[in-house]
């Protein structure tokens, strides 16, 4: 991994987060309802007048007909959309698992300096006077700031 693609990652990690939990959302409610469409009981009603037995039979087969493949036509499209959400999320949740590790692997102070940096989009200014002073009462220049945030992004490359 580059140093570029890993800042790229970074920079997309909320909203890659995001997406992911909303795909998850979107296969969930695609498998319920795949499920829902196999278990569906085509009722049958007959026409009750005279005779009506009679010219009905064809009607209902022909009622079955139109609904078993209306069913299996539904059935095939979500079959189709959700390979197409299996492969969006499983792209979404490496993108997302790579950052999340690499994350990991870094002290307390570097990954909440990278996090405000790269992924919340805040400045080294801001970071070394109100973030930093937030989390260890004292402040920093943002040259220390930008070479904290180096070594950390650094670090990150090396896994």
Known sequence: ??????ISL??????NKARLKIKLKELKLARIVLKSLRQIDVNLTPKVEINGDIHSKNKISDKVARQVEENDEKRREKEEEIKSLEKQVKELREKVEAVEDRL??????ERELLYAYYIEGRTYQDIGNNLYFRLFNQTRDADTIKKIVDKATR???NL
């Open 10 to 15: 970074l920079k997309d990690y909320k909203e």
């Open 155 to 157: 670090k990150m490359l």
């Open 1 to 6: 991994m580059t140093k570029e693609e890993l």
């Open 104 to 109: 990991e692997a870094l002290k307390y102070k």
